[in-house]
C-alpha cells in the first residue's frame, strides 16, 4: 500500500501525482500499433460517444502519418489529447477491444490517441480546413469542452465565435476537477490553445454572464447562443454541521488542490462521503497530499457504487479505507470538524433504509462531501422559454439541442446531469450542427 509524504516543491507534487498515462515515445507507439487487428465494425469505435474511427488512426501511426492520425481524431472530437488521457477507456474503446476475449492486453488507444494528437499540437500543424467566413456571429457561454468543442465546430462552418467564460483559466472542469495524476494544468490549456489558434475563435475570461440584461444584449447582438455552463457547486446533504469549518465541497477541494496545491491542509483523518467517481478523485488526492488515514463512506453497498470499479482500485492502491452502507447523520464538532456520526444502512428495494441503534462515529478533522453537484437553476431561470427536468438538467432538442423553438443551444454536464468530458465535447459538436441547420434553414 502506498504511503505518500506531504509534498513540498513542484517536483514532490509530481512525483505523488505521477502521470497514470504518460506519453509514448515512437518505439512504444509503433510497437503498441502494431498490436492492432485492425478489426472490421470495430468495437472500440462503436464504443467511443464521439465514433472516432479508431482502428484507422492506430494503422495511420502504424505507418508513420501521424498528422493524418491526428486529423482523424480531430474530425470526431476537438478534445482528442485530453480524452486519451481522461477517458474511462477502461469501460469505453479499450474496455470493448477484441483483444480482451482472447485474454490478451487491449490496445491502449487511449495512450496511442494522445501520442498522435501531441505530434500535431508540438509541430503547430493545423489538421483543420475551415469554410469560407460567414456573416453570422454565436456567442458562447462557458469555456468548457461543451463550449469550446462548439466554437471549434461553428468556427469550422465559417461562424464567428465569441466565448464568455466566468473564470480566468479555460477547459472548466478539465483544469478544476480532473485528478492531477489523469492530466496536468498545463496539458489541458495546451490543447486550448492549440485549437484557438487553428480556429481563432475569441475568448472573453473573466467574464461571467449573469444578469437578464447581459443576457439580452447577447441575445441581440448575437445570431444564436450556446450554453456550455456544466454543473454548479457541492450541493449540500440536508444534515446537522453542515456549516462546521473544515466541512468542505469535493470540487471545491479540488479546484483549491488544483490551482496551488500548497493551500490543501493536510490532515491526520479525513473522511470523504459519497461513491461516484469525484469521491474516488477527492480520496485519491488527501491520500496522495500525504493524508495518512483516509476513509470513504458509502451510504449504500460496494456493489451499489457509481464509480467505475478501477477507479475503486486506484485509491486502495494509495491506501484508502472504504465503508459502505453508513449514512452520515451528522457531522460533529463546535465550531471545527471533530467527527461523523453514522447509521448503519441496507437496501430494501433500492431504497436506502437506516437500521435502528446502529449508529457509530468516526473522529476526523476533515469531511469532504462529494455526494453531488447543484444545477445552475437560478442563471437557467432568466432565459425565457428555457425549462429543466425535475433534477435541474435543461431540457433541449435530443438531435440539434435547441433549447425549444429559442436561439438558445445547449450541450455537456447542464444537459446531461454530469457525465464525462468525451460525451460533453460531442454534444458541443452536435449543437454547433445543429445551431447551422437553424441559421441555414
Ligand atoms: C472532480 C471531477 C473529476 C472528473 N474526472 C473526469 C475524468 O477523469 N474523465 C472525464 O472524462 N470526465 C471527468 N469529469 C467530468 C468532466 O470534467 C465533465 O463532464 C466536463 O468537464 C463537462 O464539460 P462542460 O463543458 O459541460 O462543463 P464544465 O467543464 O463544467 O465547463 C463549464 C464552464 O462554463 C463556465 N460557466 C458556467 N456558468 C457560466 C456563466 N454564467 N458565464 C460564463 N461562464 C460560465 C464555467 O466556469 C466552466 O468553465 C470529472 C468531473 C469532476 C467534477
Ligand atoms: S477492437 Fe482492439 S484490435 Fe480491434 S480495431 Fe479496436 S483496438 Fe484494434
Not at 517536483?11 to 509514448?24: S, V, W
Not at 456573416?135 to 462552418?157: H, N, Q, R, T
Request: glycine fraction near 10%.
Amino acid at each position: 500500500m502506498a504511503e505518500f509524504l506531504t509534498p513540498k516543491t513542484q517536483q514532490e507534487f509530481e512525483k505523488n501525482f505521477c502521470a497514470l498515462k504518460p506519453l509514448m515515445n515512437s518505439t512504444q507507439a509503433y510497437f503498441e500499433s502494431s498490436r492492432c487487428l485492425f478489426c472490421y465494425d470495430a468495437p472500440c469505435t462503436t464504443a467511443c460517444p464521439a465514433g472516432i474511427d479508431v482502428p484507422l488512426f492506430i494503422r495511420q501511426i502504424y505507418t508513420g502519418n501521424l498528422i493524418g492520425s491526428a486529423k482523424t481524431i480531430y474530425s470526431k472530437n476537438y478534445f482528442g489529447s485530453t480524452c486519451g488521457l481522461v477517458c474511462p477507456t477502461e469501460v469505453l474503446c479499450e474496455g470493448a477491444c477484441v483483444l480482451n476475449k482472447q485474454q490478451v492486453r487491449p490496445i491502449e488507444i487511449g495512450r496511442l490517441q494522445n501520442y498522435a494528437t501531441q505530434s500535431a499540437m508540438n509541430n503547430g500543424s493545423n489538421v483543420f480546413s475551415k469554410e469560407a467566413a460567414k456573416s453570422k456571429k454565436i456567442a458562447v457561454i462557458g469555456a468548457g469542452p461543451a463550449g469550446i468543442a462548439a466554437a471549434c465546430e461553428l468556427s469550422l462552418l465559417g461562424y464567428s465565435v465569441e466565448i464568455f467564460e466566468a473564470l480566468s483559466v479555460p477547459t472548466g472542469l478539465v483544469l478544476t476537477g480532473i485528478a492531477p495524476y489523469k492530466i496536468t494544468n498545463t496539458q489541458a490549456v495546451a490543447e486550448f490553445e492549440y485549437l484557438q489558434s487553428s480556429f481563432g475563435f475569441k475568448t472573453h475570461f473573466n467574464s461571467k454572464i449573469e444578469t437578464a440584461e447581459q443576457l439580452k444584449k447577447l441575445e441581440t447582438d448575437f445570431d444564436a447562443i450556446f450554453l456550455g455552463t456544466g454543473l454548479s457547486g457541492t450541493k449540500k446533504i440536508g444534515i446537522p454541521g453542515e456549516n462546521l469549518r473544515n466541512y468542505v465541497g469535493a470540487t471545491e477541494f479540488i479546484a483549491k488542490l488544483k490551482r496551488d496545491f500548497k493551500t490543501t491542509e493536510i490532515h491526520k483523518t479525513a473522511v470523504v462521503l459519497g461513491g461516484g467517481n469525484t469521491a474516488m478523485d477527492a480520496a485519491s488526492e488527501c491520500a496522495r497530499m500525504g493524508m495518512p488515514d483516509v476513509i470513504l463512506a458509502y451510504r449504500r453497498s460496494k456493489a451499489e457504487m457509481g464509480g467505475y470499479e478501477f477507479e475503486y482500485e486506484l485509491v486502495k492502491l494509495v491506501g484508502v479505507d472504504g465503508i459502505f452502507n453508513a449514512a452520515p447523520v451528522e457531522i460533529l464538532g463546535k465550531d471545527i470538524v471533530e467527527g461523523v456520526k453514522f447509521v448503519k444502512t441496507q437496501t430494501v428495494d433500492g431504497k436506502v433504509v437506516p437500521i435502528e441503534n446502529s449508529e457509530f462515529t468516526i473522529a476526523c478533522t476533515l469531511v469532504i462531501n462529494a455526494t453531488g453537484q447543484q444545477k445552475q437553476t437560478e442563471f437557467y431561470a432568466k432565459i425565457q422559454g428555457l425549462q429543466t427536468d425535475k433534477n435541474g438538467k435543461v431540457l433541449a432538442d435530443e438531435t440539434t439541442f435547441q433549447v425549444g423553438s429559442s436561439k438558445y443551444f445547449v450541450g455537456g454536464d447542464a444537459v446531461n446531469g454530469g457525465a464525462e468530458v468525451v460525451n460533453a465535447a460531442a454534444d458541443g459538436k452536435k449543437a454547433a450542427r445543429g445551431i447551422h441547420k437553424f441559421l441555414t434553414k
